[in-house]
Each structure stands twice: as structure tokens, then as C-alpha cells.
């Protein structure tokens, strides 16, 4: 797993991620919406559509960090 670190640590490094240094590697729901100025009902149908990837833990839904980075690279996300 040594190279799985290096990796994290070279992806900790990036510019982006500065953006986001206080928020949590797994965002909730209202976390991650609040980021992203949409709303919680927004940010559900962007998870039901497959532009967001959401991880479940027992009944939680939680947003890796990763893809606040995605979407800001890619210039946001189509809610349509």
C-alpha cells in the first residue's frame, strides 16, 4: 500500500485542493451542497444521475472530497 500513500499525498498536493483544505475527506449530503451553492434536492438527483459519485455507509450518503475537485476541473456539473 506504500504507493496508494504516494498518491494521496501527491493528490493532497494540488491546487485545488487548497480550496477545499477545511472541508472533510467524506462530505454529507448537506456538506457538499452547501460547498457548491446547490441544494440538498439538487445534489440528489446529480447522485441519481450518476454526475455525482456518493458512497453509502449503513444508512448515511457521503461524498468523497475527490469529487468537489472533479467538478470544479471540469467547470461544474449539468443538474438538468
Do not use: H, N, W
Not at 451542497?33 to 440538498?40: E, N, P, R, S
Not at 441519481?48 to 468523497?64: F, H, L, S, T
Amino acid at each position: 500500500m506504500p504507493e496508494l500513500q504516494l498518491v494521496v499525498d501527491e493528490f493532497r498536493q494540488l491546487p485545488e485542493m487548497e480550496l477545499f483544505a477545511g472541508v472533510p475527506d467524506l462530505c454529507s449530503r448537506a456538506q457538499f451542497a452547501a460547498t457548491l451553492g446547490i441544494t440538498c434536492r439538487t445534489l440528489d438527483r446529480l447522485i441519481k444521475g450518476g454526475k455525482v459519485k456518493a458512497v453509502r455507509i449503513g444508512r448515511q450518503v457521503r461524498i468523497p472530497k475527490t469529487e468537489l475537485v472533479r467538478i470544479v476541473r471540469e467547470g461544474g456539473t449539468d443538474a438538468r
